[in-house]
């Protein structure tokens, strides 16, 4: 049974940063892909970044130069830096675990940018 647990998020004031962190268990970590996806209400579920289990490293436009999405295998963890924090960036932030035609999801971690 694949869980993800995402924690970090939290209530920031614009030009703020917060890390996001994503723990794994019950998967073979170093093998999947994993991606942060965020919602916003009213909006769709988009993809914010993500890096394979290679490590290579992918980024929405609205969040290049600003996020940083990093792994660790040997603690099954996935982080998202999140720096100059935009009011435009508040959503729910969810971890995606993917290795094949498998794909898993997170329960979500609130992010609000506001002053």
């Known amino acids: 049974q694949v869980q993800l647990v995402e924690s970090g998020g939290g209530l920031v004031q614009p030009g703020g940063s917060l890390r996001l962190s994503c723990a794994a268990s019950g998967v073979v970590f170093g093998l999947h892909h994993m991606g942060w996806y965020r919602q916003a209400p009213g909006k769709q579920r988009e993809l914010v970044a993500a890096?394979?289990?290679?490590?290579?490293?992918n980024y929405a436009d609205s969040v290049k130069g600003r996020f940083t999405i990093s792994r660790d295998n040997a603690e099954n963890t996935v982080y998202l830096q999140m720096n100059s924090l935009k009011p435009e960036d508040t959503a729910v932030y969810y971890c995606?675990?993917?290795?094949?035609?498998?794909?898993?999801w997170g329960q979500g971690t609130q992010v609000t940018v506001s002053s």
């Open positions: 890096i394979t289990s290679g490590g290579s490293t």
């Open positions: 995606n675990a993917a290795f094949g035609p498998r794909s898993s």
